[in-house]
């Protein structure tokens, strides 16, 4: 599990930085990340509905943005938290493509532990970069 | 360390102080700044005030069309874009410009405060019974969905277009209780042809849910030694030894994604057909007299709506357990409103800027509207007296009713929202558990029902200024003047 919360950094909010091998693996663990934002216990979510998502944006970062708002999209929608995401990124002349399969199932209080109700991904310091190691993201949640 | 955590090496600027509870940012601290950023705040506050805030708050007063100042209230913190507590008001007729980012994600998120003709001594045996009835009947934490059932369009047509307007007319809530409200329960200006299908889908299940984080619904205790203005409360209705309820919750997932949508709107938009530069995307705006502009302050206007609306329907879900639990009807328990006043909200006001009145898009960001005597947003019942402003405290130390002050109009008729945070919530859940502080707090004589344990810790008093001190400041500064402190008895947290 490659996410960690950041201590100091948004003070009414939720900061966490996500890392990857691949892009790929970012988008898992920043995924990872922002349910794990809202629910204390990944293991606890049970994988018995799949959602497919498509995207396509002009760099990473704006997908990744695209993908984290659409679990925040579903959470309210559909009362649904994921814990497995097959995900496949192919970038093909300067756009960027996701193609997701992501598994649930409708939220719990009791059962994930439920923490808090994520609002929105903001977009402020929201980045993704290429690093010696990979890639890394940074995030802030306003919950 | 990541970008993320080098940011936190900021230094206190030097500020200008005007008196002690003014300070000036001046717009030589960061290039571009069209007007100096104002702090309101004592100097104890100054001091505890996070770095983060100088920079954001010069930021805003970056933006096209600003007047007088980029304000500060004395609640606060760094959010993004602006920060919470910010206030800025831009003139539509120069170009100014209008800001998701500078309204907040929980568009019209805010408080409403409600009477009993109750005593502590006749809801103390009750209290646990009260507080699991409300916990039940309110749903709260993430995801929460509410009991009434509508198909997207009535959402669309009804709730987006008329607010607490929808609610009486369905049944939740009686006719007095819009008179009660601001704006009488209904953005005018709203128009459900601005909102996207997403944000239907994701709000309209949840009327009549509190949502997580900060919010909350308090059963409160008037004590005879925190009525202020005895005069004031009296004539609003409050007594010592009172029972009263205060609730704090918003526009839920469908004023999130509203502010979603338009956030990213506007960031296509703003350089290349605006030519605005700005320093964090969440500043993202637009001229109000814009397409993109009018379309968002239409959109955010649903936004508003469906949070009146979601007030509207919770206190009727209050009195219903009230009037179960004492056998009696609400009206026979006095289950009058004080006021529902929201402190995140972009609101068209007419204000005297060197001599002239202008037409402004007032932004308040996690602060609240305080006006002073004669307004015209103050309803008719109140307008005499300065409008009630209601701001909450942590779940520990109380919150305050108030009333417009004498100076009110040096901030464009605002003030505080709350305690405003000084830790944030991930260092907060590492220094208590949940479960130990809901035991401390009742220990204290405090029922707390919580959706979520690691919340509530999240909640924890320690993490916020204190009011007393907030409230201080925004009184010394002439903004707004305490009538009353409402202590906590009973909480159900989001």
């Not at chain 1, 996410?3 to 939720?14: P, S």
């Not at chain 2, 009742?442 to 029922?447: K, M, P, T």
């Amino acid at each position: 599990m490659r996410y960690r919360f950041l201590e100091d950094i948004a003070i009414a909010d939720v900061a966490f930085e996500a890392e990857g091998k691949t892009l790929t693996e970012l988008f898992l663990n920043a995924a990872l990340a922002l349910t794990n934002t809202m629910a204390k216990d990944l293991n606890s979510v049970e994988q018995k509905v799949v959602k497919n998502i498509q995207l396509e944006a002009d760099n990473a970062e704006t997908l990744l943005y695209g993908f984290l708002q659409e679990l925040v999209f579903y959470k309210d929608a559909e009362l649904l938290l994921f814990s497995r995401y097959d995900i496949d990124i192919r970038e093909e002349k300067g756009k960027w493509r996701i193609q997701a399969n992501i598994h649930g199932e409708e939220l719990n209080q009791e059962k994930h532990q439920l923490v808090a109700d994520v609002k929105a991904v903001s977009l402020h310091n929201f980045k993704v970069l290429k690093t010696a190691e990979g890639w890394r993201a940074e995030v802030i949640l306003d919950v | 360390m990541g970008e993320l955590a080098k940011k936190m090496e900021f230094q206190r600027p030097e500020l200008v102080r005007i008196s002690d509870v003014i300070w000036d940012l001046l717009p030589d601290f960061k290039h571009g700044m069209r007007v100096p950023a104002r702090i309101i705040a004592t100097r104890k506050l100054i001091d505890a005030m996070d770095l983060q805030v100088y920079d954001q708050i010069a930021n805003v007063a970056t933006l096209p069309g600003i007047q007088k100042y980029a304000y500060c209230m004395p609640d606060g913190h760094s959010g993004y874009g602006f920060p919470i507590g910010g206030v800025a008001a831009f003139d539509v007729n120069e170009g100014g410009v209008i800001s998701p980012g500078g309204i907040g994600f929980d568009i019209n998120c805010g408080m409403r405060l409600v009477l009993t003709n109750l005593t502590y001594e006749q809801v103390k045996p009750e209290l646990r019974t009260l507080v699991d009835r409300l916990f039940r009947s309110v749903p709260a934490g993430v995801g929460s969905r509410g009991f009434v059932r509508l198909s997207h369009n009535e959402f669309r047509d009804e709730v987006a277009m008329d607010g607490a307007h929808w609610a009486v007319r369905s049944g939740f809530g009686w006719l007095e209780d819009l008179e009660r409200t601001e704006l009488q329960g209904r953005a005018g200006w709203a128009d459900s042809a601005k909102i996207s299908p997403r944000s239907v889908e994701r709000g309209f299940n949840q009327i009549g849910t509190l949502g997580s984080g900060n919010h909350y619904l308090e059963i409160q205790r008037v004590k005879p030694e925190n009525i202020f203005n005895k005069e004031l409360a009296a004539k609003w209705g409050l007594f010592p030894e009172q029972i009263v309820i205060m609730f704090h919750c918003g526009s839920r997932g469908f004023g999130h994604q509203v502010a979603s949508d338009y956030l990213e709107l506007f960031l296509s938009v703003m350089e290349a057909k605006y030519g605005i530069k700005i320093l964090d995307r969440e500043l993202a705006c637009a001229p109000f007299y814009s397409p993109e502009g009018q379309a968002y302050f239409k959109a955010m206007g649903c936004a508003v709506n469906m949070s009146f609306a979601n007030r509207q329907v919770i206190l009727h879900r209050i009195r219903e357990v009230f009037a179960d639990v004492f056998n009696k009807t609400p009206e026979e328990l006095g289950m009058h409103m004080v006021f529902d006043i929201a402190h995140n909200r972009g609101t068209f006001e007419k204000h005297e800027v060197d001599g002239k009145v202008k037409e402004l898009i007032v932004h308040r960001k996690g602060a609240t509207g305080s006006y002073h005597p004669g307004r015209e947003e103050i309803p008719e019942i109140y307008r005499d007296d300065g409008s009630p402003v209601i701001i909450g405290g942590s779940m520990e130390t109380g919150s305050y009713l108030l009333v417009g002050g004498p100076n009110a109009k040096e901030t464009f008729c605002s003030t505080a929202h709350g305690s405003g945070r000084t830790m944030s919530r991930t260092k907060a859940k590492h220094m208590v558990n949940g479960r130990e502080l809901i035991r401390k707090l009742e220990a204290s004589g405090i029922y707390v029902r919580t959706a979520s344990y690691p919340g509530a810790a999240e909640e924890a008093g320690f993490a916020y200024k204190n009011i007393d001190d907030v409230v201080e400041a925004a009184a010394l500064a002439g903004i707004s003047m305490p009538v009353a402190k409402l202590v906590p008895l009973g909480n159900v947290k989001g």
